[in-house]
């Protein structure tokens, strides 16, 4: 099956979505990766490597698209103002973009391990697709922060999906900052009143969609005939949430949170 993911990144995450385009390439042989480069430097790095299937936008052509995105640059820190891009990007992919189908948002930390068709299988005529944290008991204090997280999303180009992610855009737009307040956490919080608000969403129950540190303790993991299994499922994507190079040799999981 063919379909768009778009993620964004500046050059301190370049690493990461090279990562995650890689992995996209090694499970879809049909695809379109939209990368939206938040600077000079990652932009370059991208375009100079002329890679296959790879669509690339500057942070500055966003910007002349949508005025009331770039004037929130003055009223929230570059970390807020990088969680309000995830929406206005999607927004503007649908509605520019009309041959979009399909568009599968992934943080530039996501990775794809195996074969997408069970997520497009479960996602099935949906239109907007959202997964839950899925915290393990230790971690459920942190279920205050959102039910969903926004690591992937996946919408269809239609009615809904296109009204989803422009609402969506909207609220980020108004407030988006990194604290919580009320019914409200930066670009995520907004997700948990989706289900109620679009008739037509899939919660993506697979297990292994969106695997992360905060619910890997859940369940049992295996390798069977070179793949990874969750349980009795097969692991489609793990986001790498707080992983860093320590040193040469030496990685941090971020697994103890």
Known sequence: MGCDFCTYFDRNYFSRAMALYDS??????????WALCLDA????????????????????????????????R?????????????????????QSQPAIDLLVYADADMFFF???QPLFT???????????????PRLRKLARFGRFNVGVILFRNDTEGRACAAAW???????????????????????DKWPQRYENLQVIRHK???????????YDLSLRNGHLYVDEESLICFHFHGF?????WVYWCNFSQ
């Open 24 to 33: 996209i390439a090694r499970n879809c042989s049909s695809f379109t990766f």
């Open 41 to 72: 430097e990652a932009k370059r790095l991208l375009d100079m490597r002329a890679l296959p299937h790879v669509q690339t936008v500057g942070l500055d052509e966003l910007e002349a698209s949508d005025p009331e995105l770039l004037r929130c």
């Open 74 to 94: 003055g009223n929230r820190n570059l970390v807020e103002y990088y969680f309000t891009l995830t929406s206005a990007w999607t927004s503007h992919l649908l």
């Open 114 to 116: 195996g074969d997408l």
């Open 122 to 136: 479960e996602f099935g005529s949906a239109s907007i697709g959202i997964t839950e944290h899925r915290f393990t």
């Open 169 to 191: 855009r909207t609220e980020c737009i108004n407030w988006c900052y990194d604290r919580l307040e009320e019914e409200r956490f930066a670009d995520q919080k907004y997700l």
């Open 208 to 218: 292994g969609v969106n695997l992360a540190s905060w619910n890997i303790e859940n």
């Open 244 to 248: 860093k190079q320590l040193s040469q």
